[in-house]
């Protein structure tokens, strides 16, 4: 088991503030002990240790519990305790070994829909991702993913707002037909955050319309469901009239590879004693799709789902950062847990009358 000495401003770029559970253990090494300290001993100008110091125990079976709290109104309740938590693996209760009620640094990944259907509406999109960036504080992270046929990482994790602005410049609409929103919440979620501590959250822009996938939605329902990473979804209306009115019916580019094809009910043979629904009808039917969609993955991570017009963008965005920093994590060390890679249904309760959960739903054991 590894111990590691969080501060403020000091875990792998954690700002916040970080609640002793677990006391150290007696025979763990002094903090004048450390490699980190040992080294600042030797340097007669090095600046003294934070005054606050907690240690708590860190190891790889700790299960992260991202927890947002509110009352009847929707309003934020701030300031509980780790006692007035209980959280719950399987309806057995579990000891609390980690709280944090600190406003602990963002992870944030911007994803956003570049492809054909943003035509004409993603310059507002970009200008409502740089505001967001203005809702950060200086040690928030964020990162700018685009997808359309393809997934784009148009930066890595950084707190630096000058390669984050200069990414969003960089998204631009998707030469080829494609929106592979299932690849890029799975490419983010399972591959960049999955190896990040802290407060993660995927925010995606997006009508739901995914064409061009590998990633199947069940696949992907079922992946973030066992994950720490909350994912809030703007979901907004797209008129896009489809790549066969734009060059008198010449498709511009091949086809999106993976299973994508058609979206899920695209309407392949008539209806209706022969006739056909109007492209209308099926431009409202698969919008409804895509944002159930979206409303299914954000409710399943324990995020949430905005409708958004384009010109509310900037308020939604703003809605999402105050969340956010108003989210406890808790964190438990399972007792007895048998690596057998079963599924585990998480709960977590406050003992207090009227408010409102979300919280992380499950976990899954490690495997042998």
């Known amino acids: 088991m590894l111990l590691v000495c969080l501060g403020l401003g000091q875990v792998k770029g954690q700002a916040g503030r970080v609640r002793r559970v677990e006391q150290q253990p007696k025979d763990a090494p002094s903090q004048n002990e450390t490699p980190e300290n040992s080294k600042n001993s030797e340097t007669p100008n090095a600046p003294p240790e934070p005054k606050t110091l907690d240690v708590i125990k860190v190891d790889s079976n700790l299960v992260s519990v991202p927890v947002i709290v509110s009352d009847r109104e929707g309003r934020y309740v701030p300031n509980l305790k780790a006692g007035d938590f209980k959280l719950f693996d399987n309806d057995a209760a579990q000891k609390i070994s980690y709280f944090d009620a600190a406003e602990e640094p963002l992870n944030v990944a911007l994803l956003l829909d570049t492809s054909r259907s ?80 802290g407060r993660k959250a995927i925010i995606l822009l997006s009508d739901g319309q995914d064409f061009g996938s590998v990633t199947p939605q069940d696949v992907l329902l079922d992946q973030e469901s066992e994950s720490d990473t909350m994912v809030y979804s703007i979901h907004y209306a797209s008129d896009f009239r489809g790549p066969f009115q734009r060059g008198r019916g010449q498709w511009p580019g091949r086809f999106p590879r993976g299973r994508g094809g058609f979206p899920p009910n695209f309407p392949l043979v008539p209806q209706a004693q022969g006739q056909w629904p109007s492209r209308g009808q099926r431009r409202n039917r698969r919008g409804q799709q895509g944002a159930e969609f979206m409303r299914e993955l954000s409710e399943t991570t324990s995020g949430r789902f905005y409708e958004s017009q384009l010109t509310d963008l900037k308020q939604t965005f703003s809605l999402i950062a105050e969340e956010l920093r108003h989210q406890y994590r808790l964190g438990f060390y399972p007792a007895d847990i048998k690596k057998d890679g079963s599924l585990h249904q998480l709960r977590v309760r406050v003992d207090a009358a009227d408010l409102a959960v979300r919280a992380r739903q499950q976990y899954r054991a490690q495997s042998e």
């Open 118 to 197: 943003t035509e004409g509406v993603l310059d507002d999109i970009k200008k409502a991702a740089r505001n967001f960036l203005d809702d950060l504080r200086p040690q928030d992270r964020a990162m700018i993913v685009s997808f359309d046929s393809a997934v784009h990482h148009l930066s890595e994790l950084t707190n630096d707002r000058h390669v984050l602005e200069n990414a969003i410049k960089k998204a631009k609409v998707g030469e080829r037909p494609g929106t592979t929103l299932n690849d890029a919440v799975l490419d983010v979620a399972d591959k960049t955050f999955k190896s990040v501590t």
